[in-house]
C-alpha cells in the first residue's frame, strides 16, 4: 500500500512540473473568455477535410490547446474531465504554418501555458505518409495529435486505466472541434495511421500511444 501511494505522490510531483521547462515559448493570454454559444458551436461542427492557404495566428494557436486541456483552477484541474486527475494525455502541436513559430513538433504544457519545442522541422508530408496518404494532413497549417500514456492511469487504476485514458482523449479531441468552431475554424478527427511512424516522426517518449491527429486550418471557400 505505501508502494501505491508513494508511486501517486510522485507521479502528482511530476505534474506539478511539467509546467516547467526551460527553452519554453510563452503562449498569448486567452483574455476574456466569450466566443461562439455552446449550442450553435454543436449546431455547426461539421468535418472539415480541405483549408486555405493562410497561416494560423498564435491567439488561435493559443486557444485550441487551452480548450484541449488547459488549466481552469489553481490546483491544475484542466477543461476536460480526467479520471483520478493524472492527465494521462498530451497534446502535441505539428506546426507548418503558424504566425510567430517555426515550422516543427512542439508539446503542449498545461500549467504554463506554453509550448515545448520538441523537433524544429517540417514533419507534415511525413505525418500525412504516415496516416497512410490522407491529405488534408500534408495541407492543414496544424496538426495537434493527441497523445495517451497508460502507465500514467495505470498507477492508480490497473489496466482500467487504458480505457479511462482513451475517454480522456476524446474529451480533449472534442474540445478541440468545438473550440476550432467557435473560432471560425475547421477540423477533422484523424483516427488512421501507423502507431510507430507517428512516434517515431514525432520523438515521442517511451510509452507513447498516439490516439487522434486532429488537422486544423481556415475552411477553404
Known sequence: MWLRHGLLAVAGALALLEGVC??????????????????????????????GDEPLSLFDLSRLLWAAGGTTHPRGYRTAPSAGALYPVDVYAVVRRVHGLTPGVYLYRPLGH???????????????SAALGQAWVEEAPLC?????FYDRSRVKYGERGVRYSTLEAGHVAQ??????????LGAVPVGAFRDGEVVSLLGLPRGASPLYIIPVGRPKS
Open 144 to 148: 495537434l495529435v493527441v497523445v495517451a
Open 114 to 128: 506554453s509550448l515545448e519545442p520538441v523537433k524544429l522541422e517540417e514533419v507534415s508530408r511525413a505525418l500525412s
Open 22 to 51: 526551460l527553452g519554453a515559448i510563452p503562449l498569448p493570454e486567452l483574455g476574456p473568455l466569450g466566443g461562439m454559444p455552446l449550442e450553435q458551436a454543436l449546431a455547426s461542427r461539421r468535418s472539415v477535410r480541405s483549408f
Open 175 to 184: 474540445n478541440v472541434l468545438l473550440q476550432a468552431v467557435s473560432l471560425g
